[in-house]
C-alpha cells in the first residue's frame, strides 16, 4: 500500500498531538463532574471555564460568557435557528443561501414546512451572493439572517461582515448568524470589531485539529435565543447535560495553537495555488468552482468534465490519496452536489467534482505526488469515457462545451 496522503482536512482534521496531551489528564485523575461541589471537581470546573476564555480569545477577546460548549457545529446551528425562532415568535420570515451546508439549510427548509416565510438567496457562476438581492430580501418582519462564512465545498468566501452591517443597518433587530465551521482557524474572525454586528457564530472542534464531538456557539450578550437542550443548569441554563469536559480541554488547546498558526496560513495556500496551477496544466476541460471569487487558502474544488467524481475518488484512493466530491456530510448521495447546481455548473461535470483541502500538516511533497497521480486518473478514466473523444482529446461532439466564460484548460 502506497502511504496515506490526507487532503480532505474540509471534512476532519486530525487531531493535534497537543491536543490530545492536553485532553489525557481529563480522562484519568480528573475524571469528575464538574457541577459537583467538592475541591477535586473544582479544578474540572475552572478547566471548563480556561477553555472558554480560551475560545473567546481566538474569536476577537470577546467575553468568555458568550460562549457555549456544544456537541458540534450541527448543534450550534440547530440551536441558532430554532432557539431564535422560539425566542421572538412575533417576526416570521428567514434570509439564508442555496449553498449553506445541510446543518442549515435543513433546519431552514424545517421551519419554512412549520409556516415560516425563508428566502433561499441564489450564487452566480462564481458562487458569490448578489448585494443587491441581499438588500431587496430584507423586511420588517425579517428575524433572522443565516449566511455561511465560507462555504465547505468550493472555498467561496461571504462577505459576512458586511452583511451583517447592512441587516443591522435595515433594521436594529434582524439577528444575523453565520456557520464559521470552516473559518475559524483558517481566517482571522474578530467579533469585537470587523464582526462586531454577527450575533451568533457556529464552528467545530474537528475542522481544526481538535476531536469530533465538541464544538461551540457564540452568542452576543443580549441576544434572545431560547435553549435548544433542556433538562440541565449546565452552560448558564444555556444548554443541558454534563458537560464533555475532556473534549471541551481539547478544543481550547486547538483554538490556541490556531491562534498561534494562523499567520502561517498563507503557506497553505501558496500550496493550493501550485498544486492547482499545475493540475490546470496538465489536464484539459476542468474547472476550478469559485474560480475570481475569494476562497479559503486550502481549498481546491475541481469539476472535471466527461467522467464521474466518484471513480475519480476510487482511483486516487487505490493510490493512497484521500479526498471528496463535497459535504461529506452529503458524500454518500449520488445526487450532484446543492452547490453546485446553485452554481449552474455544466451538466457535463456535475458529477465530476473533486475536492482537495490541505492543513497545515499537509507537505509539498504531498501535494506534488497529487499534482501527479491526478491527471493520469483522469486520462486513465476518459479513455472509457462515453462522453469523451479520445481521439481529439476532448469533449466528444455532441456533448455542449463548457459555459462561456467559466474558467477551463
Not at 433587530?173 to 470552516?182: E, N, P, R, S, V
Request: proline share 7%; glycine share 6%; net charge negative.
Amino acid at each position: 500500500m502506497p502511504p496515506l496522503i490526507y487532503a480532505d482536512n474540509n471534512a476532519t482534521t486530525p487531531v493535534a498531538p497537543e491536543v490530545r496531551a492536553a485532553m489525557a489528564p481529563f480522562f484519568d485523575d480528573q475524571y469528575f463532574n464538574p457541577s459537583s461541589m467538592y475541591d477535586a471537581a473544582r479544578a474540572v470546573r475552572q478547566a471548563i471555564e480556561a477553555a472558554r476564555h480560551q475560545v473567546a480569545t481566538l474569536l476577537g477577546g470577546i467575553t468568555p460568557e458568550q460562549i457555549l460548549f456544544t456537541s458540534c457545529a450541527t448543534e450550534s446551528n440547530n440551536a441558532a435557528l430554532f432557539g431564535a425562532v422560539r425566542a421572538n415568535p412575533g417576526r416570521r420570515h428567514i434570509i439564508t443561501t442555496a449553498v449553506e451546508h445541510p446543518a442549515v439549510l435543513e433546519v431552514c427548509k424545517e421551519l419554512a414546512r412549520n409556516g415560516l416565510d425563508v428566502t433561499f438567496l441564489p450564487v452566480d457562476r462564481r458562487g458569490q451572493l448578489d448585494l443587491a438581492e441581499f438588500i431587496r430580501a430584507l423586511r420588517p418582519d425579517t428575524l433572522l439572517v443565516s449566511v455561511m462564512h465560507a462555504n465547505n465545498e468550493t472555498g467561496v468566501i461571504f462577505p459576512v461582515a458586511e452583511l451583517a452591517r447592512i441587516a443591522k443597518e435595515t433594521n436594529p433587530g434582524i439577528l444575523f448568524h453565520t456557520d464559521a465551521t470552516q473559518t475559524v482557524g483558517k481566517l482571522p474572525i474578530d467579533l469585537s470589531t470587523e464582526y462586531a454586528q454577527v450575533d451568533l457564530l457556529s464552528f467545530s472542534g474537528h475542522k481544526l485539529h481538535a476531536p469530533k464531538g465538541v464544538g461551540a456557539l457564540f452568542i452576543k450578550r443580549g441576544t434572545p435565543l431560547r435553549p435548544y437542550l433542556i433538562g440541565g443548569h449546565q452552560e448558564n441554563s444555556r444548554r443541558g447535560g454534563t458537560e464533555n469536559v475532556p473534549y471541551i480541554v481539547g478544543l481550547a488547546t486547538a483554538c490556541r495553537l490556531a491562534g498561534e498558526h494562523l499567520a502561517e496560513e498563507h503557506k497553505v495556500g501558496t500550496l493550493r495555488d501550485e498544486l492547482e496551477e499545475r493540475i490546470l496544466a496538465n489536464v484539459s476541460f476542468v474547472e476550478v468552482n469559485g474560480h475570481g471569487a475569494p476562497r479559503l487558502p486550502n481549498t481546491l474544488n475541481l469539476a472535471v468534465h466527461a467522467i464521474e467524481g466518484e471513480s475519480i475518488l476510487f482511483e486516487l484512493d487505490a493510490a493512497g490519496i484521500c479526498a471528496s466530491s463535497g459535504s461529506a456530510c452529503t458524500s454518500g448521495s449520488l445526487e450532484p452536489s446543492h452547490v453546485l447546481r446553485a452554481m449552474q455548473v455544466p451538466f457535463t461535470a456535475m458529477h465530476g467534482s473533486v475536492r482537495f483541502s490541505l492543513s497545515r500538516y499537509t507537505t509539498a511533497a504531498e501535494t506534488a505526488v497529487i499534482a501527479t497521480v491526478f491527471p493520469e486518473v483522469v486520462a486513465r478514466l476518459r479513455r472509457v469515457s462515453p462522453y469523451w473523444d479520445h481521439a481529439r482529446n476532448r469533449l466528444a461532439a455532441d456533448i455542449p462545451n463548457p459555459a462561456a466564460g467559466t474558467p477551463h484548460r
